[in-house]
Nanobody, 121 residues
């Protein structure tokens, strides 16, 4: 079965950095685009970033642009999100999600369980 397992979350001070990972299994990882989506406390889902099947094309929400970098290692079936210059507003549960197409359609058929990121001094 398809599994997406996020890791790398934790507590970080404002201005700090974290690198999230998403280990994928149960499907042909390099046939699909992937996204990161987050949910802040009491808020709805917010799209963060997307990456094409081979990593050649990446997309970011405006507030993340220049701070966050999505990447993937298809040989390891792993998706990454490098987060720099973190702000308190970045506090959220971060999910990886499998897109239905090779390039981002922003439609997801599988989600991970999420990893908590807390930005606080």
């Amino acid at each position: 079965e398809v599994q997406l397992v996020e890791s790398g979350g934790g507590l970080v001070q404002p201005g700090g950095s974290l690198r999230l990972s998403c280990a994928a299994s149960g499907f042909t990882f390099d046939d699909y685009a992937m996204s990161w989506v987050r949910q802040a406390p009491g808020k709805g889902l917010e799209w963060v970033s997307a990456i094409s099947w081979n990593g050649d094309m990446t997309y970011y929400a405006e507030s993340m642009k220049g701070r966050f970098t999505a990447s993937r290692d298809n040989a390891k079936n792993t998706l990454y999100l490098q987060m720099n210059s973190l702000e308190s507003e970045d506090t959220a549960v971060y999910y990886c999600a499998k897109d239905v197409l090779r390039v981002p359609r922003y439609e997801y058929d599988y989600w991970g369980q999420g990893t908590q990121v807390t930005v606080s001094s």
